[in-house]
């Protein structure tokens, strides 16, 4: 009788470890090579939704070119995703 409550508590821990800490750590792993492999001449989206193409970065800044020319220095943690046409 005493040990149902120890099975239920690690199957509960269990089945949030698979189901939502597993799958936001492999995420977090994803953004993380992401940002890591970024180049100059990516077009890329932000998370403020601005779209423009990489001119620049270095360790921590990118420098984004957008219409007319004009470039924006951002984190490179701003990045969303990459949009190259392949």
């Given amino acids: 009788m005493g040990i149902e409550p120890i099975i239920m508590l690690v199957l509960m821990f269990a089945i949030f470890y698979f189901l939502l800490i597993r799958p936001q750590q492999k995420r977090q792993k994803q953004v993380k090579e992401m940002h890591a492999n970024l180049q100059k001449g990516d077009r890329i989206i932000t998370i403020g939704g601005l779209h423009g193409t990489i001119d620049a970065l270095d360790e921590g800044k990118i420098v984004l070119a957008v219409e007319n020319d ?12 990459i949009v190259n046409e392949d």
Avoid: I
Avoid at 70 to 81: A, C, M, P, Y
């Fill in 70 to 81: 004009h470039k924006l220095t951002f984190d490179r943690n701003s990045v969303r995703e």
